[in-house]
């Protein structure tokens, strides 16, 4: 077990900007950023309801998920051509490299774009160019997670699996995200029993804004492997204690918390209570061109926020490795990079 050294309160931020990390949880589309949106619409000559930049990012202010959600999936429509799918994911791929992401498993709503008539091998192939290319020159590994929505059928969520079958060697896993409440995780067993039978990981979004019963059927019908926010969790103890003692990862958020209302004030977020009742809880953005903040302004405001110390980074950035589905010979790389960040860190104290 790894001693992790006291760390001072002022230098905290520049450890946690520092340390490596895995991102587990990001919606390419949530990447997104209202200039590249500006961008597209103008390469692809499409309208947006909006005179500028500044007038878009204005609008985001949300209540809730659904308010969030209106506007992100409007934001996808400039989205056409293979390039878009390429320059969004390279985007952020940069970005994270900026943050010391070492490796990212990267969500994408396939059923967004088809729906527009967009064919799902100009998404997928798009984004795992930009996954190869970050690989070679940024040094970054990423992979894909492909998402059903939950607010649309489960017959759609094997449409889509169908047509994304030829791609399969394109992505990892499969998850579940859009609209929570009124759509539980049960409502796509029969998809996800063959998501599982092809040998694909899978992850889903529960007790973001849905009760713990939602994360149960997560675990029970799903068979989650992760699962995505899981901050409801709380609630219930007889759940905290199996995730504890299974290690089930929660893939948490807590910029995207406090944007959309889950904990309105970052200083009653519960990611700390999480970490020491034993859970594998990791730090995520979400969508970070929404909710203000890529991956280190998430570690930064809520370790101001909640007091958290040097140990809670050190094992939110070990549990992001644990978490991710890459080799066992890449983690125990990163961890041992970890390891070297802190060591590093307080020599130069
Ligand atoms: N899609 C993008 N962001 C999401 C979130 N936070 N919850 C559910 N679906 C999403
Ligand atoms: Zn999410």
Known sequence: MFKVPPVSADRLPALLRAMPKAELH???????EPELIFALAQRNDLPLPYPSVEALRNAYAFTNLQSFLDIY??????????QDFYDMGRAYLARAAL?????????????????????IETVINGLHRACEDAHTTLGISA?????????LSED?????????????????GVGLDSSELGHPPEKFGRVFARCRELGLHVVAHAGEEGPPAYIWSALDVLKAERIDHGVQAFQDAALMQRLAQERIALTVCPLSNQKLRVFPDLKDHNLRQLLDAGLCATVNSDDPAYFGGY????????FAATGMTAR???????????ASFASDADKRVWQHRLKDAFDRFVEHD
């Open 26 to 32: 990001i919606h390419i589309e949530g990447s997104l």
């Open 312 to 322: 809670h980074a050190y094992q939110l950035a070990s549990n992001s490795f644990e």
């Open 99 to 119: 943050d010391n992401v070492v490796h990212a498993e990267i969500f994408f709503d396939p059923q967004t774009h088809t729906a527009r008539g967009v064919a």
């Open 295 to 302: 991956i280190n302004d998430n570690f930064t405001q809520v």
């Open 73 to 82: 999936y409007a934001g996808a429509s400039v989205l056409l051509h293979e």
């Open 156 to 172: 759609d969520a094997f449409a889509t699996l169908e047509q994304a079958l030829p791609l399969q060697d394109k992505f990892i």
């Open 143 to 151: 992979s894909l997670i492909l998402c059903f929505l939950r607010h």
